[in-house]
């Protein structure tokens, strides 16, 4: 298969401008002509090797930074967001979508807000007898996915927050465990910590300064909503200060975000980044060894590894989403070009759905996406008791993969044999291309379809 060529005119004028040369001097230090240059940052042309090596030479870059993942993110979306019938006869060539990705991301995001927006009031003419007379029926954009596409575009990583919950973690005194940390961490706040078994996950008052665990939850699920209150405590300032320089436009915005600040925190208190990606590296990404060797869950190992994006310290670009039993995402992010929808669920074909037929085994694939480009994927089923027999109990399905070129760095992909054909699998059908698959649930809006009453195949249209 033929490389995928590099164009990253945007990133390349970033860097020019960070440390002041202009554009000839510029040229000169990667040997390249200014015509050349000039060409290469307005994406004209390609990123050749030799300017790759010489940014990597000259100016210490870490090449992986090049990559296009926030501009793939920003086509993906768009081609989902165009895929509307508001659209179907004014929808832009892919080229011409990769060129405002790389060169307008800024426009690009203001597009995607605007068709969101357009969504909801959709929604909200549908309702439209409820919504009369209301003060808060103004448009607005859903909080969730605002946070969603929050942590999205922040491929996952949160460089400050990380940070500081590695400094924490290392903060453990020798034989000290974290959750013993934690404890005392929370014990120096004149909290008073108890475990009940008909608590809650977590359950803090802030006026009697008493934290209720539930007693029930694992202990993965204990230490995490731990780390999760020390996060609330001790960082509030960091937290805030993000929230400040992410300008939500709710105040439900914000405070859902804060969740999820804390929460990453947690995450990466209970797996500290450099102690973690050294296990992950040395045990090839066992998600069983690494969920023992750090008193995690496999959901809690599975996240982590998707977030390993450090500048400089990265680790396997991974993908990582969780499915409930309805096929819908409920957990997604993606450090690989493989782009999960942003509306409905996932391909049908991948084997995160078919996980649910093999509770708590392993399912691997070999999958091919329409552009050409391979991934090793890997799922797995997990289960939430509710502590009694009359509770609810809650499956989702885990997946987790990455780009098959890194495919040999997990334990996993031992003995696949990649001679034996890659599964079709694709975004979601509303976009994908592929004419023959068997379980398509939509057609593809930028088709036009052709009906033919006389003879009928898997589908009952063909397309043009």
Not at 21 to 32: E, I, R, Y
Not at 121 to 129: N, P, T
Request: net charge neutral.
């Amino acid at each position: 298969m033929a490389q995928q060529k590099l164009y990253a005119g945007a990133k390349l004028r970033e860097i020019r401008n960070q440390i002041g040369l202009t554009q000839k001097d510029f040229a000169a230090k990667l040997g390249v002509s200014l015509p050349y240059l000039n060409q290469m940052e307005n994406n004209n042309r390609p990123l050749s090797t030799s300017v790759v090596l010489a940014l990597a030479r000259e100016f210490g870059l870490d090449v992986t930074e090049l990559s296009a993942g926030d501009s793939e993110r920003l086509v993906s979306d768009l081609r989902e967001a165009l895929a509307d019938p508001l659209f179907a006869n004014a929808t832009p060539s892919l080229p011409d979508l990769r060129l405002v990705g790389a060169n307008a991301s800024g426009f690009a995001r203001a597009f995607l807000d605007l068709h969101r927006a357009y969504r909801q009031a959709q929604e909200q003419l549908g309702a439209l007898d409820d919504a009369l007379g209301r003060e808060d029926s103004s448009l607005r954009l859903s909080p969730w996915e605002e946070v969603r596409d929050f942590f999205h575009y922040c491929d996952n990583y949160i460089d400050a927050v990380d940070r500081a919950a590695e400094h924490f973690a290392a903060q453990a005194g020798t034989g000290q465990d974290i959750t013993e940390h934690a404890t005392a961490t929370l014990a120096r706040q004149k909290i008073t910590l108890r475990m009940v078994r008909g608590a809650p996950l977590r359950r803090f008052d802030p006026a009697s300064g008493i934290l209720e665990i539930s007693a029930k939850a694992s202990h993965a699920t204990q230490t995490f909503q731990l780390l999760h209150q020390v996060a609330l405590l001790t960082q509030s300032d960091l937290l805030d200060a993000t929230l400040d320089l992410a300008r939500f436009q709710s105040d439900e915005s914000r405070a859902i975000a804060k969740i999820g600040l804390a929460n990453y925190f947690a995450g990466a208190a209970l797996l500290p980044y450099r102690r973690f990606l050294s296990a992950a590296q040395s045990c090839r990404h066992d998600l069983e060894t690494l969920a023992d060797q750090f008193g995690a869950s496999l959901e809690q190992v599975a996240h982590r590894l998707s977030t390993l994006q450090r500048p400089g310290a990265k680790g396997v670009p991974f993908f990582f989403v969780r499915v409930d039993q309805a096929g819908t995402i409920t957990k997604r992010h993606s450090a690989t070009r493989l782009q999960f929808a942003r509306f409905g669920g996932a391909c049908p074909l991948w084997n995160v759905h078919r996980a649910f037929e093999t509770p708590g085994r392993f399912q691997r694939q070999l999958a091919e996406t329409p552009d050409g480009v391979q991934y090793f994927c890997l799922s797995i089923t997990i289960s939430k008791g509710g502590g009694s027999f009359h509770a609810p109990v809650r499956r989702y399905a885990l997946g987790l993969g990455c780009e098959i070129d890194h495919a040999d760095a997990l334990v996993y992909a031992d003995g696949m044999d990649r001679a034996g054909g890659f599964d079709p699998i694709g975004i979601s059908c509303r976009i994908c291309e592929r004419e023959d698959c068997h379980q398509r649930s939509v057609p593809p809006l930028e088709r036009r379809l052709r009906v033919d009453h006389d003879h009928r195949h898997t589908l009952p249209y063909s397309m043009e």
